[in-house]
């Protein structure tokens, strides 16, 4: 078996935390191939000959073993899985087009690359609109400051964003507020999300880890560290994994048949209190905490599971 890892630089990934070194390593557990390429190492030419320059990989320990580069036709791999981290832009977007045109049925992608490109991490909540907070998406100023008075403390996002970054937290009476909404929307106005500030997230902000509409049996709760409304483990946060709740298992049963038709198998949804907030579809992350707090091979099981 010969699997591919489609990722950011391998030596921007950290070896003790996260999710796709883990996977790759179970991988080598199990003795399959394991490979792994940048967006910018893969091809098509005229014929629909899909090309990947790639590297083998060979061992992980505290460092990466690898081959060198080699190249290999789309059809060599059984699996792909795409791993590449927001921001969703015009390099992913031609990536999912690339793929696209792969004709075997035998190679199965992990997830969807027509998915991935239908589908914004913080937009497609929308569709679930009994299951959200109070939410805006809109490169207006006047509309988003008309939805700040209405909710009086809120959170702005960025569409494209990760791990808390550009994320700010402002309410009607903020003397910055023209500054924030300047500095976020830009000249072109960029459109932004605003969502009712939940004050459940000083209780954290829970990962759970779908894989084929099915949750792990623990979510990772992020709790945000003092002075912080960010919650992200890159923000300083510190993640406790927890049970899967009655409120979760709602939300995950209302979005799972969205999630099967639109294959997208390895999925994961943050959820703070009773509301879902993002579907995360690029690269899901918390594995390694939810695995390394019960002493359980997760990383067996999804590899297992995605056949």
């Given at each position: 078996m010969n699997y591919l890892f489609i990722i950011d630089p391998i030596d921007s990934l950290a070896l003790y935390k996260d999710t796709t070194i883990i996977l790759m390593k179970e991988c080598l557990r199990q003795k399959i191939n394991v490979f792994y390429s940048t967006i910018n190492e893969i091809s098509i030419d005229s014929k629909i000959n899909i090309k990947v320059e790639c590297q083998q990989l060979q061992a992980i320990n505290e460092s990466i073993t690898s081959s060198s580069k080699i190249?290999?036709?789309?059809?060599?791999?059984?699996?792909?899985?795409?791993?590449?981290?927001p921001p969703f832009d015009t390099s992913y977007l031609?990536?999912?087009?690339?793929?696209?045109?792969?004709?075997?049925?035998d190679i199965k992608i992990f997830n969807n690359p027509s998915s991935i490109r239908s589908h914004n991490e913080k937009?497609?909540?929308l569709q679930f609109k009994d299951l959200i907070p109070p939410s805006l998406v809109?490169?207006?100023?006047?509309?988003?400051?008309?939805?700040?008075?209405?909710?009086k403390k809120v959170i702005l996002k960025?569409?494209?964003?990760m791990a808390g970054n550009g994320i700010f937290m402002v309410t009607s009476e903020d003397k910055n507020l023209n500054?924030?909404?300047?500095?976020?929307?830009?000249?072109?106005?960029?459109?932004?999300?605003?969502?009712?500030f939940i004050p459940e997230i000083s209780n954290g902000d829970t990962r759970i880890i779908l894989i084929n509409g099915e949750p792990l049996p623990y979510g990772l709760t992020r709790i945000p560290k003092p002075g912080e409304i960010r919650a992200n483990l890159a923000k300083g946060g510190s993640g406790i994994i927890r049970s899967i709740n009655k409120n979760d298992e709602i939300i995950i049963n209302k979005i799972k048949p969205y999630l099967l038709e639109k294959n997208l198998n390895f999925v994961g949804i943050d959820v703070i209190g009773s509301y879902l907030t993002e579907i995360n579809i690029t690269s899901p992350t918390g594995l390694v905490e939810i695995q390394n707090q019960s002493n359980i091979n997760y990383a067996e099981v999804v590899i297992n599971a995605l056949q």
């Open positions: 190249k290999n036709n789309i059809e060599y791999f059984n699996k792909i899985f795409i791993r590449k981290d031609n990536l999912t087009y690339i793929l696209d045109h792969i004709e075997s049925n937009l497609s909540i809109s490169s207006s100023f006047s509309a988003t400051k008309e939805f700040i008075s209405k909710h960025p569409l494209d964003g500054v924030i909404l300047e500095t976020m929307m830009g000249n072109f106005h960029h459109p932004i999300m605003a969502q009712k």
